[in-house]
Every structure is written in C-alpha cells, then in structure tokens.
C-alpha cells in the first residue's frame, strides 16, 4: 500500500480510502489508484469478511421476478446454515450494478457476492478480486468469461424437451415465446425448441416466434398476437412461467379453453405453476439448488484466486394439466 501510495502521490489512508469505498476522494485519485492497485496485482490477504458476515445478492428488479424472489429465498436459506445473512441490491440494469454499487461493497466487504440475471464490467470484476471478494454468477444475462464462476440450468435440453412433449401429443402447429434478446437463456430454450422441431421434420415460420420479456404482461400481448386468428397454433411454449400465465390470461379473453383448446407449457416451475387453474406443465429448474450451489463457490476455501468453475444443473419437465393430445391425434 505504501508503494502504491507513493506512486500515485497520494497518503497510506487515501489508498485505504479507495480500497474500502470511502467517499472524500475524486474520481481521478480513486481511478488513479484502482489502476496502480490492478498493475501491482494487489490483493487483500486474510478473511474478505467484515464483522456483520453478509452475503451479497445482486439482482435485476427482485421484487418484481417471481424467480428471483425465489433465488433469493434460496441463497438466504442456504446462508442461514453457515452463520450468515443477505444484503439485497437490486439494479436498473441486468449488464452492469451501477458505477457506485462498487463503492458500496467496497463498505459493507461482503464474504461474497452473489449475482442473480446479471453480469460485472471487467472493472468491478477487477475491483472485486482487488479486495479478495469473491463472486459468482446465477443465470448470467450473457457469456461470461472463462474466469467467472457461475451457476446455472440446462436451459437448450429445457427446451427439447418441451417442444417433445408437445409433439408427442400431436401438435405440429407449435409457437414459442421468447424471453428477452440480451439473455443467453433465451437463446439456450429457443435453440432447444427449434431442434426438436427440425429433428420431428417441421419448420418454424417466423410469425410462430414471438418475443416476450419474461413478464405476464408481455405473456398477454404475445398470446394475443398468437391467438386472436383462425390461423392459431395448437399449442405455445412459453419461455418462463410469468409469460404462461400471461398466455392463460389471453386465452381466457378470446374464450379459449386450456387445454381443449390450446396446450400450454412454461419453464421455470415457480409456485405459481401448481396454483394455476389447469396446473400448468412446466420445466423445472433446480432453483433452491442452484442457490446453494452459489453459497457453495462463495464460501470454499480459496487462496487469493477463483476457480474457474461452471455448474449446470438438470432440468426436468413436470406434466401437469395444461397440455393436451390434439383432437386430431
């Protein structure tokens, strides 16, 4: 730190200040510093640690995402067991915290930190390490890179075998709906929905493809645009649990029935799923278990440096009552 100080001609505490997100500093000094610390590959030795013994969770409109609200029960449970408690930062934006998010941990110095439908810039990543915090990744928005630890579900086998179980009931008109473009499990679910449906020799016209944004209210919209047409499929895939209940919602406006007339499965399996009228079929990923496996990369013994380390849990579809055989099969 002395050298550090020195070469950024600044004081031994103004460094301190940087490391430990204190406010009485410019943004120059701070980068000054930050960038001095990365080049002198500087890490906090001993326990990341501080006195309240909290773990981090970082996540994209929690109080608004049933999955998330259920992530975050996870983790929270999961941490109960070894003594610890949550902090919960929610962001405007799933690619990046916030630029003073940063500066706040840097405060509280979490023995972890937990991200949940999100992604760190390489800085906070930088910064993280810098202070020997250690970090994972639950569902990242995008690829993240070979050095990040994360945890997430089969999201591609998901949605083979959803689009299969549709077809074993004999539907061949199927439509999908889609999550957001910038999440790299929308991608995963609608290259497993394709494939099935190119492996059973059937093309997917464009309109049968619809973008959602993993909400009920995008669920209603794209339903309708599916639904309200003599040319409807016989059956949708919703690309999360939000968007089918979304999808029963426009179903029930233009009074068709679930599922005589329209067979529907989601993916996620919240518990919501079982309360639906019909239960709704669904993939189920292992949330509560994903959540420990979170808790588990944070809290192992490591010395100064993060495993590069990537967990994919199985997913599982549950049959329910929303899917049907077609009256033609």
């Known amino acids: 730190m002395a050298v550090i100080a020195r070469e950024a001609s600044v004081s031994l505490s103004t460094v301190s200040k940087v490391l430990n997100g204190r406010s009485g500093i410019s943004a120059e000094t701070?980068?000054?510093?930050?960038?001095?610390l990365h080049e002198h590959g500087y890490l906090r030795r001993g326990d990341s640690g501080g006195a309240g013994g909290l773990v981090e969770v970082v996540v994209e409109q929690a109080l608004s995402s049933m999955w998330a609200l259920e992530i975050v029960r996870g983790v929270e449970s999961a941490v109960r067991r070894h003594g610890l408690n949550i902090v919960l930062t929610q962001t405007e934006t799933r690619h990046d915290p916030g630029s003073t998010w940063i500066e706040g941990v840097a405060r509280r110095r979490p023995v972890g930190v937990v991200l949940v439908l999100t992604n760190l810039s390489a800085e906070h990543k930088r910064r993280l390490r810098t202070r020997n915090i250690p970090f994972v990744?639950?569902?990242?928005?995008?690829?993240?890179?070979?050095?990040?630890?994360?945890?997430g579900a089969t999201n591609w086998a998901g949605g083979v075998a959803a689009t299969?179980?549709?077809?074993?009931?004999?539907?061949?008109?199927?439509?999908?709906?889609?999550g957001p473009r910038d999440m790299m499990c929308t991608h995963a679910r609608l290259s497993g929905f394709?494939?099935?449906?190119t492996a059973a020799g059937l093309t997917v016209p464009a309109t049968r493809v619809v973008l959602g944004q993993f909400t009920r209210e995008s669920g209603v919209a794209a339903g309708i645009?599916?639904?309200?047409?003599?040319?409807?499929?016989?059956?949708?895939?919703?690309?999360?649990?939000?968007?089918?209940?979304?999808?029963?919602?426009?179903a029930r406006r233009l009074g068709l029935s679930i599922p005589d007339d329209l067979s529907v499965v989601g993916f996620d399996d919240i518990a919501v799923a079982g309360w639906m009228a019909p239960s709704l079929t669904t993939v189920r990923q292992p949330i509560a278990q994903m959540a420990v496996d979170a808790i588990d990369i944070v809290l192992r013994p490591h010395d100064g440096e993060l495993a590069d380390l990537r967990r994919e849990l199985s997913t599982t579809l549950v049959v329910r009552e929303s899917t049907a055989r077609t009256k033609s099969f």
């Open 30 to 36: 701070r980068e000054r510093v930050e960038q001095l």
């Open 194 to 197: 394709r494939h099935a449906m």
């Open 164 to 178: 299969e179980h549709l077809l074993s009931l004999g539907h061949t008109d199927i439509a999908m709906i889609t």
């Open 137 to 151: 990744l639950i569902d990242p928005a995008g690829s993240p890179d070979p050095d990040v630890p994360s945890v």
């Open 225 to 250: 645009k599916l639904l309200d047409s003599d040319d409807r499929p016989s059956a949708i895939f919703a690309s999360n649990d939000m968007e089918a209940l979304g999808v029963y919602e426009a």
